[in-house]
Structures are given as structure tokens and as C-alpha cells.
């Protein structure tokens, strides 16, 4: 009895003999505890892909970034990452709290190279915990439930540029982010938000927002 695949998976590897390769993942390469080679891998990352599922079952990913080593394992088969501010909508946050299960994962692009890991999340405000990362909003943790290398043969290689302005600094302060600054958003704004929109220069429209972001600040 499988506990990943159902009818249709069976179907699939059946027309496409791969029956015995998928008994092979779930039985001899998926695992629920990080080998030295997977911490370092994802201690070593400074963005991966975080699909959530909301409360109607709608699929949803994200991209969350931050400084190398964001992303931390604090046990065998847990990890923990910080949520920093976003566009106010917490959705990614809000489903892993309504329904727990998450994927998450992690690339490599400069020397292709993947890993997954599924499990279940949680949110986390623990004070020494967040201490160690200014800026962020609140922890999440993920207790592992499965984790597994995937062939990068598809990946592109990609050569990184440079970090995010953005990221928060030693103090927890980042720029106020080129969309707070539209004149559409000043209502909804905090007013924390509000106070800085003039620091950042004044409110501005969506073609001087389209602007912003062809230069890569938006």
C-alpha cells in the first residue's frame, strides 16, 4: 500500500513503465530525516519554492527569499524559515496554518541541483527563535515528512547578480518596497507605510510603478 500514490499515479507509471522506479523512490530514496549533505545543501540556499494548499484544496506557490542560510534545520526532520513582510495578503501563511501541508523546494542554479521536502507547518513566534532573524514577521517550522534529491536535468544554469535590496538589515530595516507607493494602495497602506511613502520619494502612479519595476526596484 502506497501512501503517495493513488489510481491515476498507477495508471501513469503503468503506460509509461515506470511501476518499478516509483517503488523505488518511495521505498529506497524518499526519507524523513536530513542526511549532513541535505543540511548543508539547504543551510547553503538563499530562496526556494513554498506550495501551500488553502482551505478549498486550491494550490497555491511562492517564492521566498532571504540571505544565505535563511533556512535552518533545527532538528532531523524539521527546519524552520522566516515570514517577512509581503503584500499583505498572508495567503501562503494562512493555508499552512488552515491546512498544515506544505512542499517545499530548494534549487541550485549555478551547479543544478534539486531537493524536496514535504511536511507539515506551523507558525512559530518564539522570541529567541526570532531574535535571530531582524525584520521578520514571525517564524514558520515544517516537521518533515518526507524528504528527496530530484533529478536536475532540466534545470538551467543561472549565474546570481546580486541579494535583494530588500532583505532586512542587522536592525530589522528595509526599503519600503517600489508598490507602496502607488497611489491606489495609499488607503490600504499602514501607518507605518504611509509615514514612509514620502521618505521613498511620494506616491506615484501605475505607469512611473511600471518604470520601477523595468528597473528591477518595483
Known amino acids: 500500500m502506497s501512501n503517495y500514490y493513488g489510481a491515476a499515479h498507477r495508471a501513469l507509471q503503468d503506460e509509461f513503465d515506470?511501476?518499478?522506479l516509483a517503488d523505488l523512490m518511495e521505498g529506497g530514496v524518499m526519507h524523513a530525516e536530513f542526511t549532513p549533505d541535505e543540511i548543508d545543501f539547504i543551510q547553503s540556499r538563499d530562496m526556494f519554492f513554498l506550495a501551500t494548499v488553502d482551505p478549498s484544496g486550491r494550490p497555491t506557490v511562492s517564492y521566498k527569499g532571504g540571505a544565505t542560510g535563511f533556512v535552518r534545520v533545527a532538528a532531523p526532520s524539521e527546519l524552520i524559515f522566516p515570514w517577512y513582510d509581503g503584500n499583505g495578503m498572508f495567503y501562503s501563511a494562512g493555508n499552512l496554518v488552515e491546512t498544515a501541508n506544505v512542499g517545499l523546494l530548494f534549487i541550485d542554479f549555478l551547479r543544478p541541483n534539486r531537493l524536496?521536502?514535504?511536511?507539515?507547518?506551523?507558525?512559530s513566534r518564539d522570541g529567541a527563535l526570532l531574535a535571530a532573524y531582524p525584520g521578520a514577521q514571525f517564524l514558520v517550522s515544517v516537521a518533515v515528512e518526507s524528504v528527496w534529491v530530484n533529478c536536475p536535468r532540466y534545470i538551467h544554469a543561472y549565474q546570481k547578480?546580486?541579494?535583494?535590496?530588500?532583505?532586512p538589515d542587522s536592525a530589522g530595516d528595509a526599503p519600503l518596497p517600489g508598490w507602496k507607493r502607488l497611489d491606489l494602495a495609499q488607503e490600504a497602506l499602514t501607518l507605518k507605510d504611509r509615514a514612509a511613502v514620502d521618505a521613498a520619494g511620494g506616491v506615484i502612479d501605475v505607469a512611473a510603478y511600471g518604470d520601477l519595476v523595468a528597473?528591477?526596484?518595483g
Open 116 to 123: 524536496r521536502v514535504h511536511g507539515a507547518a506551523a507558525i
Open 215 to 217: 528597473k528591477g526596484e
Open 161 to 167: 547578480i546580486a541579494e535583494s535590496k530588500y532583505l
Open 18 to 20: 515506470t511501476r518499478r
